[in-house]
C-alpha cells in the first residue's frame, strides 16, 4: 500500500529511509548464508569476511538512526507518517541484531577443527539456515510493499524454526554423550544453532512492525513459539 503525504521533500526522505533499510537488508541476507556457508565448508577467510562485513551494517544503522531524527525534526510527522520512520528504526535495530548473530556464527568458524563432521547435522544446519533466510527475505519484502497478510504468514511461521533447532539440539546432545570427543564440536554448533533460530525470532519481530505500522497499534496475539530446550534458551550474545 502507498501512502502520499503533503510535500515531495517528506517522500523524499521516507524513500531514503526505504532505500537505507532496504541495502541493510541485502547485506543482513547475504551475512547468513555466508556465515553457515563458511561454516560448513570450513571457510576461515569467508568467516573472517562475515565478521568484516558486520561494521558496514552497524554504519547502516547509524545513518538510518540519523536520517529518521532529521527527518522528525524537520518535517515534524503525526498519525501514520511518523509510524513509517519509527518502522524504519525498528527493521534497522533488528537487522543490526541480525548482522551480530550472523558475526558470531562467523567467529566460530575457526574453533570447528575437530575431523568430527556428522552429514545429519550440517544437513540439519543447512535446512534451518534455509527457512530463516528465507523468512527474512519474505519479511522484508513485506515492509517494503506494507503486505500485512504477507507479515502475518512470516509471523506465524517461526514455530517451524523452532521445532527444527529442538530436534537439531537433541541429536547433538546424543553426539556428545557417545564420544566426550565430540563435545568442543558439538557444543560450537549448538551455539551457531541458537543464532540462527534468534534471527527468526528478528524475523518475527520485523512481521510485528509492520503490523504496528499498518494497523497502528501494537500486536496483542502471542507469539507462536516452539518448544525448546533448556540449553536453547541461554543467550549467545
Not at 551457531?192 to 496475539?221: P, S
Amino acid at each position: 500500500m502507498a501512502f502520499e503525504h503533503t510535500t515531495k521533500a517528506f517522500d523524499d526522505d521516507l524513500q531514503e529511509l526505504t532505500r537505507l533499510v532496504a541495502e541493510m537488508g541485502g547485506l543482513a541476507e547475504r551475512q547468513i548464508v555466508e556465515s553457515v556457508d563458511a561454516l560448513v565448508r570450513r571457510d576461515v577467510a569467508l568467516g573472517a569476511r562475515v565478521v568484516a562485513t558486520d561494521a558496514e551494517i552497524d554504519q547502516l544503522q547509524r545513518t538510518i538512526e540519523e536520517r529518521a531524527v532529521l527527518t522528525i525534526a524537520k518535517r515534524q510527522p503525526m498519525a501514520v507518517d511518523l509510524r513509517e520512520i519509527v518502522g524504519a528504526l525498528r527493521v534497522a535495530t533488528d537487522l543490526e541484531r541480525i548482522g551480530d548473530l550472523s558475526k558470531n556464527i562467523g567467529k566460530r568458524v575457526n574453533a570447528l577443527d575437530s575431523d568430527f563432521h556428522p552429514l545429519k547435522l550440517i544437513r540439519g544446519l543447512e535446512h534451518m539456515t534455509d527457512l530463516v533466510t528465507t523468512q527474512v527475505k519474505a519479511v522484508l519484502d513485506a515492509y517494503a510493499a506494507h503486505d500485512l497478510p504477507a507479515a502475518m504468514t512470516v509471523w506465524k511461521g517461526d514455530e517451524e524454526i523452532d521445532a527444527i533447532c529442538t530436534s537439531l539440539f537433541r541429536e547433538l546432545l546424543t553426539y556428545m554423550m557417545e564420544d566426550p570427543r565430540n563435545i568442543s564440536f558439538c557444543i560450537h554448533l549448538m551455539f551457531c544453532a541458537k543464532n540462527i533460530e534468534r534471527i527468526g525470532d528478528h524475523a518475527t519481530n520485523i512481521a510485528e512492525t509492520v503490523f504496528y505500522m499498518i494497523e497502528g497499534q501494537q500486536m496483542l496475539d502471542k507469539r507462536p513459539k516452539g518448544d525448546m530446550t533448556t540449553f536453547a534458551n541461554t543467550p549467545t550474545a
